[in-house]
């Protein structure tokens, strides 16, 4: 299957510093890959669209210039936390979606995940 | 706007017994469904998806899951649950269209016990 690979695993940093998260697709081109934020014992919530090339689209609630994302090619993506602070601390996941006839598989909507990074905001 | 719920929080079940996590959605369209799962210490996966024809569908792992149109609903079953089926289990709902955003319950930590 797909490989998406999320660096670094982990990161702990200061308060008001900023954390640079990054997400590779390692097998295929991605036009698309969205962040994700998961609170502890809750649900992945969707953050962002990145896209390849553009700006990315943020979903209502988050802040567009303390989550920045940037696509600059077809198989990297990073979400870069500005000033983060303890309540920024959090798991990030993201993911993207192969293109069509990607060994085989349809363009089902079926995400690949990266392993995610933990952020704690001290 | 789409919502997922998963009415099971943490299960807990011995080997051998039998799985139904529940998923209802709430959408207004044609939707997609899938479940993902979430071992311990790995990435989310893929366990299944549902897009159209039987809505009875297998995925991997001995798992199937039905989708109920009536009900809003596509649980999660497994006849005979392993030690290894110990994770977390996420249903996720999308609209049809790739436009479409893919949206998660909150989901369910099961742990089988030997």
């Known amino acids: 299957g797909a490989v998406v690979s999320q660096h670094p695993s982990w990161v702990i940093c200061k308060s008001g510093t900023s954390v640079k998260i990054e997400c590779r697709s390692l097998?295929?081109?991605?036009?698309?890959m969205f962040w994700y934020r998961q609170f502890p014992k809750q649900s992945l919530m969707l953050m962002a669209t990145?896209?390849?090339?553009?700006?990315?689209?943020?979903e209502q609630g988050v802040e567009k210039d303390k989550f920045l994302i940037n696509h600059a090619s077809l198989t990297l993506s990073t979400l870069t936390v500005t000033s983060a602070h303890p309540e920024d601390s959090s798991f990030y996941i993201c993911?993207?979606?192969?293109?069509?006839?990607?060994?085989?598989?349809?363009?089902?909507?079926?995400?690949?995940f990266g392993e995610g990074s933990r952020l704690t905001v001290l | 706007a789409q919502s997922v719920s998963q009415h099971n929080h943490h299960v807990i079940l011995s080997e051998a017994a039998s799985l139904e996590l529940g998923c209802n959605y709430s959408?207004?369209?044609?939707?997609?469904l899938f479940w993902y799962v979430q071992y311990p210490g790995q990435h989310l996966q893929l366990l299944l998806k549902?897009?159209?024809?039987?809505?009875l569908v297998k995925g991997i792992k001995g798992f199937e899951a039905e989708f109920i149109k009536s009900k809003f609903s596509f649980n999660l079953r497994k006849p005979s649950v392993q030690w290894s089926d110990t994770a977390e289990y996420f249903c996720?709902?999308?609209?049809?269209?790739?436009?479409?955003?893919?949206?998660f319950g909150t989901g369910t930590r099961l742990q089988v016990t030997l």
């Open positions: 549902y897009f159209s024809g039987d809505p």
């Open positions: 959408y207004g369209g044609t939707v997609n």
């Open positions: 996720a709902v999308r609209g049809a269209g790739t436009a479409s955003k893919l949206t």
């Open positions: 993911s993207a979606r192969p293109p069509y006839g990607l060994a085989g598989v349809h363009d089902t909507g079926e995400l690949f």
């Open positions: 990145s896209n390849e090339g553009s700006k990315a689209t943020y």
């Open positions: 097998d295929f081109q991605a036009t698309t």
